[in-house]
């Protein structure tokens, strides 16, 4: 059984730049979620996808958007990046209807 | 607003001993709580969860007990191992709502041999 993975591990971008992250999910998943840790904090909610659709939102703006694929793998795209979006990046697998998410880990990313 | 605390940021503990960590939250529309273990580098890892109807779940050296009355609820790792320092967060989901965990800030475990 594969677990989840992402790429980049880290990253390094400019203000103003746009940055794709990449999550797979863990097999025979078919939810993805997408979590925002800062430094000292607890992971804060992004959005997740199921059936390649959004499914649920945090309190983020709109220039954090995500895609699914048909094979449950996911995008998360951050556009104008600013410098509070360093942050560690996470994707969690999950099986619609059950609660549990198994995280991957992570993309360190850095906005200068 | 934040709806689950971990008061606590950092415990320190011998190893053997019991180690006990605390998770306080504010919504009585959560219904379901995880905790998760995290090492520098690492994603979090799931330990354990209990549902809300339950006020006890056990598995190995780990137990999870929720009292409601108090919205609280603590983790219990007896014996505790040096492999068991790391960050651990609670996390809480609000009824018909799977998808989105809500994270404490995290307590920081040390298991000192």
């Known amino acids: 059984e594969t677990g989840v993975t992402q790429s980049p591990t880290h990253l390094i971008k400019t203000r103003g730049q746009q940055v794709t992250l990449r999550c797979s999910s863990q097999?025979?998943?078919?939810?993805v979620s997408w979590y925002q840790q800062a430094l000292g904090q607890g992971p804060q909610f992004i959005f997740q996808y199921y059936r390649e659709e959004e499914n649920g939102r945090g309190n983020f703006p709109p220039r954090f958007s995500g895609l699914q694929f048909p094979n449950y793998s996911s995008e998360l795209n951050v556009n104008a990046l600013e410098l509070d979006d360093s942050a560690l990046y996470l994707c969690a697998s999950s099986l619609a209807g059950f609660e549990t998410q198994y995280f991957g880990p992570g993309t360190r990313l850095l906005v200068l | 607003d934040q709806q689950v605390k971990q008061n606590s940021p950092s415990l320190s503990v011998q190893e053997g001993r019991i180690s006990i960590l605390n998770c306080d939250y504010t919504n009585s529309m959560f219904d379901y709580f995880l905790w998760y273990k995290k090492y520098p580098a690492e994603g979090p890892t799931f330990l354990i969860s209990?549902?809300?109807?339950?006020d006890k779940n056990e598995d190995g050296r780990f137990t999870v007990f929720l009292n409601k009355s108090a919205k609280h609820l603590s983790l219990h790792i007896v014996p505790s191992q040096p492999g068991d320092s790391a960050v651990y967060f609670c996390?809480?989901?609000?009824?018909?709502?799977?998808?989105?965990?809500?994270f404490g800030q995290g307590t920081t475990l040390q298991v000192k041999p």
């Open positions: 996390a809480a989901i609000l009824s018909g709502n799977t998808g989105k965990l809500i």
């Open positions: 209990i549902s809300s109807i339950k």
């Open positions: 097999s025979g998943h078919n939810t």
